[in-house]
């Protein structure tokens, strides 16, 4: 029961935390793909670094245990079909699975619409599943990291997610001066506060990251680790 | 009332999937709840399909049956945080969001087939913008990065099509 009552709460923290960025408008969503409004981007790598920064330096400190983390299993080729696929109902409903119950809270009925459509959706696939099934087993099956990828220290790899989040911020506050403005987007959905947080951030996620980089696994060195390490080896392998 | 700033508001949005990381050891989803409650109401019309369905069975046949499930839970959450966010804000109001020149029946088709075809990507991809966007991404998992990229590449490349309904 503790299990579910945790599980509410943090889908409740998160379904708040999505209406504050204002995700629950399909029109501020969209205007991501439109190159009007950035909104989807600057929500979503901050998210990524503040939990990938959080649960390195955690692991780091001792205070989590990252191998206890469940990495979803990964299965390129039907996660990169499925990604096509699903970016393109994305584009067409303006809302993903998470935010459409948030446009739905707010009082949208396009948000209603989109998750009936999810519902159905994934209901027409799991009656056709025998037919997506080798498909769907297909590729890898476990979890594959990009740190073994490019054969990098975990911590490197977190320093290049930083670096590459941070020129993307830059690059769409570059190309947001002088987007046309969506009047719609302007009377129908409030702007979004100024409160110039971004330029300390960028600085705390990059000394983060460098240091990430420097300590390159998020793992606490601990004196049982070296002394295994120092323990001799049996002469005979088993 | 003015929305956040995006950057905070992400902020905040990650020290939530990092409680979940650190509470639960995995991170957040919302397709997931999909599956499971399609799962329960196939079941509740034909039981036995239902557990035989490869994809459904997973579902139905856990030990706690398709209903008492993490994600389904978190998602009730995520409806009543979004709730509570908006009305604290003074933002609740019935409206469907469309274009100008879209009728208020064929924004809702529109939605409908979109919500649709994403469930479909979201089955064969194991998890959505949230299992693998975010929860993925921020372990550095190959798949969901892969996800992530093909999702916003198509979803990029279908947008001069759909830009004219918005306006």
Partial sequence: MTDLLIAFAIGVAFGFALERAGLGSARKLTGQFFL????????MFSAILTAMLGTFWLGRLGLIDVAFLYIPDTHLLPQLAGGAIFGLGFALAGLCPGTSWVSAATGRGDGAAVVAGLFAGVTATGLFFSRLQPFYESGGGRAWTLPQLLHLPYGVVVLLVVAMALAAFAAVNVIAKDIEVDVHLRRLVPPERRRRA?????????????AAAAARTPVKPTKAAHAVKAAPRPASGC | MKYSDPYLAGVGLGLVLLAAFVLTGHGLGASGAFATTAAGSVAAVAPGYAASNAYFGRYVNSPDGPWRDWLLFEILGVFVGGFLSAALAGRLRGLVERG??????????????????MGLGAVLARGCTSGQALTGGALLSVGSWGFMLTAFAAAYAAAPAIKGSWR
């Avoid at chain 2, 100008?100 to 649709?116: D, K, N, T, W």
């Fill in chain 1, 36 to 43: 009007r409004d950035f909104t989807v981007l600057k929500v």
């Fill in chain 2, 100 to 117: 100008s020149g879209v009728s208020v029946r064929s924004r809702l088709a529109i939605a409908f087939g979109g919500g649709a075809v």
């Fill in chain 1, 198 to 210: 971004g330029g300390w951030l960028a600085i705390a996620a990059l000394a983060l990251g460098a």
